[in-house]
């Protein structure tokens, strides 16, 4: 994407994300996101700074005791279950959230796994409860917390299994309530401390990509690849920073093959690196990659490189949405009105956020990527300078009903799609809406809004 377009989709995720905080008191387990652990602006918010509890001040760095065990403050990359005793403040009960980060991207980067003890559960930072399946990558930090109505002894077990590679130190942030237990949020002492585990000696900080899914698609989420979509890498110490481009690593209206001595190779040809983390590496794909399984992929940085291999076509299109356009069990579309402002949906679907619905006639933009060439041609890696028409033709759905649409790379950006479609005449209300680039579905289920 170009440095604007950049610019564009990452205040899009911030506009739909960014909701407030629920602040408000829990006696079975706070609200995630309590631990004054560091986050993408800021730090986190406690009980005693949202009004849960008061009572003796918000002391940080003191009363907490951590009794890591015979290994101490260290942990062993892919090695077993730890179990470990957090000692509170003597009181009459007690309460607690803890996370676990990677300490080089505390913000965003979840350090292995909690397994809950009687009386405790584990949150989700989307707030719900951790699924059998994990958190879901949009939202991986994890919350242990107590889930009984009070703990009563102040000697709390924790177990947790450390990441399965050297993801560098560890920070445990905890927030803890010695309560005394008189119904009301007062008089109660909220103290927020964090302790950090180093890995083991002779372990290497050497880049992994982790095994399952290892290569997304943006926005599908799929593991089908293309000349010149956007893809997301997954695993562990796949860099020290965290960052996106900026213009000052152009080179003209050339993109960077390399952010703070991270590379990816894919086919053995340089990809274009939008984005780096000690977990996440996001990267356009070059041209000339081939087609067919086998493809391989090669992220390299200073501590050494790994590789995986996924499969390649000649387009692999996905259209732009965002985990928060999950909304009652359906996964809506990211379309815009042409003031690039207001979405389409029913008013109010996400809180904060324009939303109206599409009528017959009327012009929405739907982004994408993975829709393969051009004509004429715009290299992978360019900022592309006008609309460049796909070489492949496209289809737009509206249920069965198939809508006109024009289709081209946007101006002034990279690898990014743009389709112009005008609504046909259906129904009113939700309705499913799919697109083809040269008979190739997206594969993604999603909806759109239609009103009267």
Excluded at 165 to 175: C, H, L, M, P, W
Excluded at 245 to 262: I, M, R, Y
Excluded at 298 to 309: C, D, H, V
């Amino acid at each position: 994407m170009s440095r604007s377009q950049n610019t564009f989709l990452i205040k899009l995720s911030a506009a739909v994300v960014m909701t407030p905080l629920l602040m408000e008191g829990n006696s079975g387990g706070p609200p995630a996101g309590r631990t004054g652990a560091p986050r993408s602006s800021g730090f986190e918010s406690t009980c005693a700074a949202a009004g849960c509890h008061t009572g003796t001040g918000n002391p940080f760095n003191t009363g907490i005791e951590m009794n890591f065990g015979s290994g101490g403050a260290n942990y062993r990359p892919g090695g077993p279950r730890v179990t470990f005793t957090m000692t509170l403040p003597t009181a009459s009960v007690y309460g607690f959230q803890m996370s676990a980060r990677v300490a080089s991207d505390a913000a965003n980067a979840q350090a292995g796994t909690f397994t809950p003890a009687t009386g405790q559960g584990v949150l989700c930072a989307d707030g719900g409860d951790r699924p059998a399946s994990g958190c879901r990558a949009a939202t991986p930090i994890e919350y242990l917390q107590h889930s009984d109505a009070a703990l009563r002894s102040n000697a709390i077990t924790i177990q947790w299994t450390p990441p399965a590679t050297n993801v560098g130190d560890v920070t445990i942030y905890v927030a803890a309530n010695s309560a005394n237990g008189n119904g009301s949020t007062s008089g109660d002492r909220i103290t927020v401390q964090n302790f950090t585990l180093k890995p083991a000696a002779g372990t290497s900080n050497a880049p992994a990509i982790r095994a399952d899914r290892p290569v997304l698609q943006a926005f599908s989420g799929s593991t089908g690849i293309s000349p010149g979509t956007w893809v997301e890498i997954y695993g562990a110490n796949l860099a020290t920073a965290t960052r996106e481009w900026s213009s000052n690593d152009f080179t003209g209206a050339k993109a960077p093959t390399s952010l703070e001595g991270v590379r990816v190779k894919v086919a053995g040809k340089d990809a274009f690196v939008r984005f780096i983390s000690p977990t996440q590496v996001n990267v356009q794909v070059p041209d000339g990659i081939g087609a067919g399984n086998g493809i391989q992929v090669e992220l390299a940085n200073a501590a050494g490189s790994n590789t995986t291999t996924v499969s390649a076509a000649a387009v692999s299109p996905a259209l732009l949405t965002t985990p928060t356009f999950n909304v009652g069990g359906r996964q809506y579309v990211a379309a815009l009105f042409p003031d690039f402002r207001t979405f389409v949906g029913r008013e109010g679907l996400i809180a904060g956020v324009p939303f109206r619905p599409a009528k017959a006639g009327d012009t929405i933009i739907i982004y994408a990527v993975g829709c393969g060439a051009t004509n004429p041609a715009s290299p992978a890696g360019e900022i592309v300078p006008a609309a460049r028409n796909l070489a492949s033709p496209i289809t737009v759905r509206f249920g069965q009903t198939t809508a006109t649409a024009q289709a081209f790379l946007a101006p002034q950006a990279i690898g990014l799609c743009q389709f112009n479609v005008t609504v046909p005449n259906v129904a009113a209300g939700d309705i499913a809406i799919d697109a083809t680039v040269n008979g190739v579905a997206t594969g993604q289920t999603l909806f759109t809004t239609i009103g009267n």
